[in-house]
């Protein structure tokens, strides 16, 4: 069965700072892998995916991910963090294929952050 | 306009009552799912559908019950609903299985 962890439950940073939230998933098989953000009383916004190919993803709103096989991790980064940026973020992972999948996804716990002006 | 809409945003009922929530996107997904979304859970899959008349139980199906008869529309029906499926309940929606899912704005449900 796939599974995410999101280490952190709450991060806060200066705005300006740079920001990474780390993500790691368990998967049998080659997944595909987002990140989403939600801010208070909203759904959630995808802010990128990675299904194959280069390991560096560009999103939204000035956000990257790397993915790194070997660590099982997929990390979202951004260089400089904005007071816009204060959401939850969200990493989840689904499988490849078709018959059960059904492109079903596994959501991590998400992490809060917070932005100090 | 185009999109992924629930109805309602808001819901308050008593245990045991009956509740449906809908789910309408105007898209022509094949995939619709429903999550619900509780502190320290993150979202978990109740029930998803690859296209209509095709519903499969998700990891949390206990007390819901899905149809989806047209495309658009997955509504997710509480039969006898017990405080502890009070929650915030997302719907989702995406083109194919390797697509990204577009979420709606939620439902917050509290049950008394």
């Known amino acids: 069965a796939q599974s995410v962890t999101q280490p952190d439950i709450h991060i806060t940073v200066s705005e300006g700072a740079s920001l990474e939230l780390r993500c790691n998933y368990s998967?049998?098989?080659?997944?595909?892998l987002f990140w989403y953000v939600q801010s208070p009383g909203q759904g959630l916004q995808l802010l990128l995916k990675?299904?194959?190919?280069?390991?560096l993803v560009q999103g939204i709103k000035g956000f990257e991910a790397e993915f790194k096989r070997s660590q099982s991790s997929f990390n979202l980064r951004k260089p400089s963090v904005h007071w816009s940026d204060a959401a939850e973020y969200f990493c989840?992972?689904?499988?490849?294929?078709?018959?059960?999948?059904?492109?079903?996804?596994?959501f991590g716990q998400g992490t809060i952050l917070t932005v100090h002006p | 306009d185009a999109g992924i809409t629930q109805s309602p945003r808001y819901k308050i009922t008593e245990t045991g009552r009956q509740v449906t929530l809908m789910c309408h996107q105007t898209w022509s997904h094949s995939y619709m799912f429903w999550y619900r979304q509780d502190l320290g859970h993150g979202l978990r899959l109740i029930y998803y559908s690859a296209a209509a008349d095709i519903t499969d139980k998700g990891e949390v199906p206990d007390g819901y019950v899905v149809s989806r008869s047209k495309t658009e529309n997955f509504p997710l029906t509480l039969e006898s609903a017990t405080r502890s499926q009070t929650s915030v309940y997302f719907c989702a929606s995406s083109e194919t299985s390797r697509q990204p899912q577009h979420f709606g704005d939620g439902t917050r449900l509290s049950i008394l």
């Open positions: 998967y049998g098989a080659t997944p595909y």
């Open positions: 989840a992972v689904g499988a490849i294929g078709g018959g059960t999948s059904y492109g079903k996804l596994t």
């Open positions: 990675y299904f194959s190919g280069d390991t």
